[in-house]
């Protein structure tokens, strides 16, 4: 497993713009699909995006697509999410998730995990 750091979270208003990073630990970096995903109060962690190791291959959930970019930096280590033309409802704590044997849309995919960054929008 590795271990994962998020950073780049704060407040933001409306329109506005912030760049999340995740910082991973450990061995082998560029074998592990990398995700995003959110958790607001009272709702359900949700999917956000991720990337695959091998291709850089992106997925989007449609509440993001076109304002949100996931990348990574295989020689540091890093993914980011840009985002882009925020709005309050993407208020949330925003967490880094990694896995080995392929990621998803399902948070059960993932074996490692940050511990949020938390992502607030003013209107």
């Known amino acids: 497993q590795v271990q994962l750091v998020e950073s780049g979270g704060g407040l933001v208003q409306a329109g506005g713009s912030l760049r999340l990073s995740c910082a991973a630990s450990g061995r082998a970096f560029t074998t592990y699909d990398m995700g995003w995903f959110r958790k607001a109060p009272g709702k359900e962690r949700e999917f956000v995006a991720r990337?695959?190791?091998?291709?850089?291959?992106?997925y989007y959930a449609d509440s993001v697509k076109g304002r949100f970019t996931i990348s990574r930096e295989n020689a540091k280590n890093t993914v980011y999410l840009q985002m882009n033309s925020l709005n309050p409802e993407d208020t949330a704590v925003y967490y880094c998730a990694a896995a080995k044997g392929g990621g998803s849309i399902y948070s059960s995919s993932y074996e490692s995990w940050g511990q949020g960054t938390q992502v607030t929008v003013s209107s």
């Open positions: 990337i695959t190791g091998t291709f850089g291959s992106t």
